[in-house]
């Protein structure tokens, strides 16, 4: 089942980089497409691992570690137990429908491309901190997520806001 802890997981990441590679050119449809497909698939890859936590108990991976120094051993894995499954869940569901719902919503916007980048990346860092098993990941997953936010606040640049 550790399969399908990479493809929840790098599936919203390969979207945002894919739909990044078009962030400059003028809207092109299919970019909204891919990035929804293929955070359709981590949500479908998300249930299924809610199924096989259900039966089968807590995930822990162990990719390598980030730093081993003395007595200083901080690991990069990703744990995925009843909690964090359930934040998947609901984090793709969810990020599904907006990913579809936005192909229509952003239809006239010149930013199309841009938006969906951001919001597969969005995707991604929530991830991160939520199947993280130590305190350096969730900390990158915070400041990830709020590096997405401050993009998403930060979208229209270009237009004057009038402030009181």
Known sequence: MEKYLYIALFAPLASSLFVALFAARPKMLFTGIVASMLIGISMIASFILLIDVNMYGPLHVKMMDWISAGNIEIPFGFIVDEVSVIMMVTVTLVST????????YMDHDKSFNRFFSYLSAFVFFFFFLVMSDNFVGLFIGWEGVGLCSWLFICFWYHKLFLSF
């Open 97 to 104: 429908i907006v990913h579809i719902y936005s192909i229509g």
